[in-house]
Nanobody, 125 residues
């Protein structure tokens, strides 16, 4: 019913910036939250940032707070993640997700039912 398409990943040096985008396709899905997750090789998928689309409130993982900014444009139906001051530790596959109904699981995989294909972010030192 709903499809998500990420883009904007790439390779940058530490301290650089990237902006990820996630376009939402579909007209019959009303999500309450959208989020960005990331997964590095051998690691669990972890929540990076989430935004509640009805009021714009956001939540961030402590590892990215102050460096990343999440925004949902309801007109363009596009989710963004502005990533500044990137660190090698940020290297991972980044995924767009939609569907969380509970703030308590906004940064947990269990809170989402729709996922994008992922876009790779690589930060070198």
């Amino acid at each position: 019913q709903v499809q998500l398409a990420e883009s904007g990943g790439g390779s940058v040096q530490a301290g650089g910036s990237l902006r990820l985008s996630c376009v939402v396709y579909g007209s019959n899905y009303r999500n309450n939250a959208m989020a960005w997750f990331r997964q590095a090789p051998g690691k669990e998928r972890e929540g990076v940032a989430a935004v509640f689309t009805r009021d714009g409130n956001t939540i961030y993982d402590t590892s990215v707070k102050g460096r990343f900014t999440i925004l949902y444009d309801s007109v363009k139906k596009t989710l963004y993640l502005q990533m500044n001051s990137l660190k090698p530790e940020d290297t991972a596959m980044y995924y767009c997700a939609a569907g969380s109904l509970n703030p308590l699981v906004a940064l947990h995989v269990i809170g989402y039912d729709t996922w994008g294909q992922g876009t790779q972010v690589t930060v070198s030192s």
